[in-house]
């Protein structure tokens, strides 16, 4: 069976996820929403360098709507809503890596009941949140009895990240400090993050209604830092950490978090990714306890800036390698730990059948 598929948005997740429904073997792409209007009515292939495939980018609703597909990758840069009820509402399931991760009742009800007006399925998924932060760290928790303590956390170099405008107006780097503690990233990454954490609490069995707090912390430049932004002058944020723990009977049981950094020099406080560079770790104690460290999810040094970022090929990945599962779920939001494994597909040459 083929599943008919529509992204919406084509940033630079919609690109990433665009090429990996192109090559999935059970997926077909039947249509693609755009935001810019220099992108309507053209071809989708035109649109990521690839020959033309024959479904052209629209951006209006209503055509999404009329399309007989069967999902729809959910990528704009931040979540409306009222478009996701509408999708849901047309009977096609979604797929997004914006939100709804693992919502209480109160933030779900909404879409809730659009999915069973719909008959179609809601599922969050991604990198972090969606992935390092409470998806995997539950599947190596299977390896361990008696577990106290649970940490997702991403150590990167956000000069590599391929989105300058998020980077400077949403992240807020090379603003004061004051602005960055005022802007709205730290509300941004808390709907997502405090899922994550809930996620692991409830599915793991901690008690006793843990407290979750957040913390931000900024460091500024000390000297002209170079960047895809511009150049980030003395006092300017160059980097940042934004931590979730969850603390029950007064011990830290869960602490996800991102360390981002505009490189490693010329910061106050002299903050580092340390002698491990660039990755993503999990830690879990139980008995026995699990340490470990994922490479190849941030861009290699002297990657040239054109380059796929492969943290964000990775989130679409994931959304992508999701589709046949929701599809198969019964109408609602379902969230990861209701959904079974996830996994990717052979590459295209290898599912073609012999020659």
């Given at each position: ?8 948005a084509?940033g ?7 090429e990996?429904i192109?090559?999935h ?12 209007p220099d992108k309507?009515?053209?071809?989708v292939g035109?649109l990521i360098?690839?020959?033309a495939l024959?479904v052209t980018?629209t951006d209006s609703?209503?055509?999404?709507l ?11 840069l931040?979540?409306h ?5 509408a999708?849901l ?7 997004t890596p ?6 209480t009742?109160?933030?779900a009800a909404?879409l809730q009941?659009a999915c069973?007006d719909g008959?179609a ?7 972090d ?14 390896m ?5 303590f649970?940490?997702g956390?991403?150590?990167?170099d956000?000069?590599?990240?391929g989105a300058p405008?998020v ?6 780097f ?5 602005e960055?503690?005022?802007?709205p990233m730290?509300?941004l990454?808390d709907?997502g993050f405090?899922?994550s ?6 599915t793991?069995g901690?008690t006793?209604f843990p407290?979750i707090?957040t ?8 000297a002209?830092i170079e ?9 300017q944020v160059?980097?940042?950490?934004f931590h979730?723990e969850a ?5 830290t049981v869960v602490?996800?978090?991102v360390?981002?950094?505009?490189g490693q020099?010329h ?5 580092t990714?340390g002698?491990?560079?660039?990755r993503?770790e ?14 190849g999810w941030q861009?290699?040094?002297?990657d040239p800036?054109e380059?796929?970022n492969?943290g964000?090929?990775?989130?679409a990945a994931?959304?992508v390698?999701?589709?046949?599962y ?5 109408p609602?939001?379902r ?12 590459h ?8």
């Amino acid at each position: 069976m083929r599943y008919r598929v529509v992204q919406w948005a084509t940033g630079s997740v919609g690109r990433a996820a665009l090429e990996c429904i192109i090559d999935h073997p059970e997926l077909e792409l039947v249509g693609c929403w755009v935001h810019s209007p220099d992108k309507r009515g053209r071809d989708v292939g035109e649109l990521i360098g690839r020959p033309a495939l024959g479904v052209t980018a629209t951006d209006s609703l209503d055509e999404i709507l009329a399309l007989p597909a069967d999902a729809v990758i959910y990528a704009p840069l931040l979540p409306h809503p009222r478009e996701v009820a509408a999708l849901l509402r047309s009977g096609k399931n979604v797929v997004t890596p914006v939100g709804w991760f693992y919502p209480t009742d109160e933030q779900a009800a909404p879409l809730q009941q659009a999915c069973l007006d719909g008959g179609a399925t809601l599922h969050g998924t991604g990198i972090d949140p969606g992935g390092v932060t409470e998806v995997f760290p539950l599947l190596l928790s299977a390896m361990s009895a008696a577990v106290t303590f649970v940490r997702g956390e991403e150590f990167s170099d956000i000069r590599t990240y391929g989105a300058p405008d998020v980077v400077r107006h949403i992240m807020r780097f090379g603003a004061t400090p004051a602005e960055a503690a005022e802007g709205p990233m730290t509300q941004l990454l808390d709907g997502g993050f405090r899922q994550s954490v809930r996620m692991i609490l409830d599915t793991l069995g901690f008690t006793g209604f843990p407290q979750i707090r957040t913390a931000h912390e900024i460091a500024v430049a000390t000297a002209p830092i170079e960047s895809p932004i511009g150049t980030i002058e003395p006092g300017q944020v160059a980097g940042q950490r934004f931590h979730w723990e969850a603390v029950a009977d007064g011990e830290t049981v869960v602490r996800i978090g991102v360390n981002w950094l505009m490189g490693q020099q010329h910061l106050d406080p002299p903050w580092t990714l340390g002698v491990e560079g660039e990755r993503f770790e999990i830690e879990i104690d139980g008995d026995p306890g699990t340490f470990v460290t994922i490479r190849g999810w941030q861009p290699e040094p002297g990657d040239p800036p054109e380059a796929k970022n492969p943290g964000i090929a990775a989130t679409a990945a994931h959304c992508v390698n999701s589709i046949p599962y929701v599809c198969a779920a019964e109408p609602g939001i379902r969230t990861s730990v209701e959904l079974p494994m996830v996994a990717g597909r052979a590459h295209p040459r290898f599912t073609k059948g012999p020659r």
